[in-house]
């Protein structure tokens, strides 16, 4: 099972590593020789990007991560989708990549918040138990004195207070 654990993330930073070199060592005139025709039929291919204003397709610059402004604005640029630009698919990323932050880190601290909880629980069980103990033992102690006393009593050795 451990082995499993270590060889699933090794194999997909293969299969993304496979990926990067594969979209940067395919050939750029593939989106090119798109350029006269439809949204559609230019983000068929992933490795696409259509610019409104221009209409051509262009390949996605993947060096870059972000088209750069002179190649198409992030407001006319469209990939993966004809009827969302890059700057909104951006925005939307973000903000559910910040949502998911803030719930993991939401859920970390109410966890670490419940474990230390339990913990206290744990230790005020453990407290009581030990009051119990000893108050048990005090008893037992008592009671071993008053025996010891009636048998001194008994043979005489007690010796008065």
């Not at 993330?9 to 395919?26: D, E, K, N």
């Not at 983000?43 to 993947?62: A, E, H, M, Q, R």
């Not at 750069?68 to 951006?90: E, K, T, V, Y």
Request: with cysteine.
């Amino acid at each position: 099972m451990t082995g499993l654990r270590s060889l699933l993330p090794a194999v997909l930073l293969l299969l993304g590593l496979v990926t990067v070199f594969a979209q940067t060592s395919a050939p750029g005139k593939v989106c090119e020789s798109k350029n006269g025709t439809s949204c559609e039929e230019c983000l068929s291919n992933v490795t696409c990007l259509w610019c409104i204003t221009t209409k051509s397709c262009i390949t996605y610059p993947v060096q870059t991560i972000l088209p750069p402004h002179s190649l198409c604005p992030l407001n006319d640029a469209r990939w993966g989708l004809c009827w969302m630009n890059f700057q909104a698919l951006i925005i939307t990323l973000a903000v559910v990549g910040g949502v998911i932050i803030i719930a993991f880190l939401i859920c970390l601290f109410c966890c670490c918040k419940c474990e230390n909880f339990g913990s206290s629980r744990f230790e005020a069980k453990m407290e009581r138990q030990a009051n119990k103990t000893r108050t048990k033992q005090e008893e037992r102690r008592a009671e071993m004195k008053q025996r010891h006393d009636e048998i001194r009593k008994k043979y005489g050795t007690i010796s008065p207070l």
